[in-house]
């Protein structure tokens, strides 16, 4: 089956560190998305491209998130300085052109002491 | 503001009957809509769309309902088991032409009780 791949599962980081999340999406799926998933906010839309180009990223707080694809092969989201409330699981997502449905990563578990 | 809602109290229900999950929307005209299965530690997985034209759709034990008047989708499991025990997640996508910004409900957490 294919997958969606995410690095690392888990990242425990001190306030003010940098963290760099990655994503491989599904070959030949053209649309990434990165998903942030709370216990009180639920799944909030961070950002998304469409063939490598950013369509949205009004979910970001941008003073501190950026989110890049350098090739079709990977995503990346950084964040910098890290903050404590910026603990949550991060999602990447992949969908096809075909629009049915996305797939998925395992998600990186953020903690920020 | 844009709203979608899923019962945030979760559903037990006994083995072999048929579970039913709703999801309400209010402030969005969505192009199609997708339920979502997601298990603890790991991410969502995706299980059926519906488009705005489509009243219903099946895939073996699962039927998605989809009702633009009342802004309101119905999500059935009949025959449960304990292996469908998972939260569910409805998720709406704009119908704002060639954009696939999906939002997502908070989920309905299922218990199917042997």
């Known amino acids: 089956d294919a997958r969606v791949t995410q690095t690392p599962r888990h990242k425990v980081t001190e306030m003010g560190q940098e963290v760099t999340m990655r994503c491989q999406p599904i070959?030949?799926?053209?649309?990434v998305f990165w998903y942030r998933q709370t216990m009180m906010q639920g799944l909030e839309l961070l950002a998304y491209f469409r063939n490598r180009a950013p369509l949205d990223d009004s979910g970001m707080p941008k003073d501190r998130f950026s989110a890049e694809m350098p090739d079709a092969t990977l995503a990346t989201l950084k964040i910098q300085p890290s903050e404590p409330r910026d603990s949550a699981v991060y999602f990447c997502a992949s969908g096809s052109p075909s629009g049915n449905g996305y797939t998925f990563g395992s998600g990186t578990r953020l903690t920020v002491v | 503001s844009q709203k979608i809602e899923q019962n945030s109290e979760a559903l037990n229900i006994q083995e072999g009957k048929t579970a039913t999950l709703t999801c309400n929307y209010t402030n969005y005209s969505p192009a199609y809509l997708q339920w979502y299965r997601q298990d603890p530690g790991r991410g969502p997985v995706f299980l059926l769309l519906?488009?705005?034209?489509?009243k219903e759709k099946r895939k073996e034990r699962l039927k998605v309902t989809f009702d633009t008047t009342l802004k309101q989708s119905l999500f059935h499991i009949t025959a449960s088991q304990p292996a469908d025990s998972a939260t569910y997640l409805c998720?709406?996508?704009?119908?704002?032409?060639?954009?696939?910004?999906?939002?997502f409900g908070t989920g309905t957490k299922l218990q199917v009780i042997p």
């Open positions: 998720a709406l996508a704009p119908n704002s032409g060639g954009y696939q910004k999906v939002t």
């Open positions: 070959l030949g799926h053209n649309t």
């Open positions: 519906i488009r705005e034209n489509e």
